[in-house]
């Protein structure tokens, strides 16, 4: 049995504000959930609708469908969901190859992000204080659980930027051609808003100015969605080692 | 004005049945309108709040936002909505570079991949007939325009593939490292499904097998979104150009 007082409180961790408030976030559905287990996150409980998870030291509620709805950030809940405490913030390694985003507005795009830092071995994301929480509902949906192997810091990323000493690139549509740029080791790699790109006061800080070239024809895309261009950054990245 | 039995069709064109019966899909916001309306596709209607389409050979119909939000695919409408035609069926050039989706289900995906292909120069995009379809409004919208400059084919893949003489690879877990592969200028790629990846019908037909290598240290990421791989696929082939 849940409460309705649990209930609510669950589902108000869908927004920013109230995970804040109580140091929790939600996690849906079977595989996320095992991952998180298998972390260094720490479950509060799980509540499943069948016996999915039944190791005895768990934290397991039985639900309805219909109260597992109501919790559910999902149009449609999965049949389990589970909360689970909000990480200590870290600091930043100053070491190593580190990409930043500044103001990534959409938790699919911030997801998706994660997940490639995962594949490419990107031990750490630095967001800007304006970029999507990683706590909201949909990133931990989108991360399929590389959440749980990339440490995400939010600083404010003028003055993280003032105060390091690795060499910092940025990404714009008018920088020079990444393929034939030789790209540093250590370094900081900077994606911008979806909408706007880099922020000026950030661009300021900017040392090498990247782009990825264009070969249409008739050359009017816009631009490349944010997440596919780190797609195609950090296989630049790698694909030198 | 705009009559009810005219919004009821408006808002059927959300579906794939009453389009391809109606032959007409929606398309919304000025910008999509706009490179919609310089490109080959025609117009039926435009259906604005507001003045933003003002030239006298358009047709356009001013409504209120209840009736645009009737009419809209979207949570909340944009300020103007266009019905335009399908375009007909166009045969595949035999000829050149060719990406090809098995099944790939998201529409946010095909939108993204879409705009791959127009920003890497890529003419035409094949489907099998399972994937997603390129007028389902989500599919318009995250194409962002690219729908006018990248010719989008549905065919039966197994046929296809087994009448071109151009040589056929596909993207696999267990491929060869990409990074190290001689890839051919004229030739086809072929990504598979989210959930499950290439068919094995299509499989049977693959001559070269890649894949884009991990680096994570804990090598749990399951695998790529099939938008990033792409994103990363597409680069690959245009930087050795």
């Known amino acids: 049995m849940v ?8 589902a108000s961790l869908h927004q920013k504000k109230y995970r ?16 998180l287990l298998h972390s260094d996150f720490e479950l509060q409980n799980i509540y499943q609708t069948t016996a999915l998870f039944s190791e005895k030291q768990l934290p397991v509620t039985t639900v309805s469908e219909t109260d597992l709805n109501k919790m559910s950030a999902l149009k449609t809940a999965n049949n389990c969901l589970a909360v689970f405490k909000m990480a200590p913030e870290q600091a930043i390694a100053p070491q190593g190859f580190q990409l930043v985003l500044d103001d990534v507005r ?7 992000i994660i997940r490639l830092c995962d594949w490419f071995g990107i031990p750490q994301l630095i967001c800007s204080l304006q970029t999507a929480d990683l706590y909201n509902p949909k990133v931990v949906q989108a991360t399929m659980g590389s959440m749980t192997r990339v440490r995400v810091i939010y600083t404010d990323l003028s003055a993280y930027l003032s105060s390091t000493n690795l060499p910092i690139m940025g990404t714009f549509m008018d920088g ?13 790699l900077i994606l911008g808003n979806e909408a706007n790109g880099i922020s000026s006061a950030v661009e300021a800080l900017v040392q090498q100015r990247l782009a990825i070239p264009r070969f249409g024809a008739v050359q009017k895309t816009e631009s490349l ?17």
């Open 20 to 35: 804040d408030q109580n140091g929790l976030f939600i996690a849906e559905g079977f595989k996320v959930i095992n991952e």
């Open 106 to 112: 959409d938790p699919g795009n911030l997801g998706t």
């Open 3 to 10: 409460s309705k007082n649990q209930i609510k409180l669950i």
């Open 176 to 188: 020079v051609n990444v393929y034939a740029t030789p790209l540093p080791k250590e370094g900081i």
């Open 225 to 241: 969605n944010v997440a596919t261009a780190a797609a195609i950054f950090l296989s630049e990245m790698r694909r030198r080692d």
